[in-house]
């Protein structure tokens, strides 16, 4: 009676452990096909923000170059 719990456990591991694959598998899917990895929490302020600071780095390297 003492190993009932394992019944409950087992189960319970299977399917966090599918949970955490997915997630992972997300993560690296994301970063292959972007570069980087995902930014969580991305909102209006920072894709202003993104876009700027990759004009101002198109800007610089422009420079550089001439």
């Known amino acids: 009676m003492a190993w009932v719990w ?9 399917i966090a452990g599918m949970l955490c694959a997915m997630g992972n598998v997300q993560y690296y899917i994301h970063k292959a096909a972007h570069g980087r990895p995902k930014h969580i929490g991305n909102d209006m302020w920072d894709v202003a923000m993104e876009r700027r600071d ?8 422009a420079a550089a170059h001439n």
């Open 6 to 14: 394992l019944e409950a456990a087992l189960p319970l591991g299977i």
């Open 54 to 61: 990759k004009k101002l780095i198109e800007k610089v390297s």
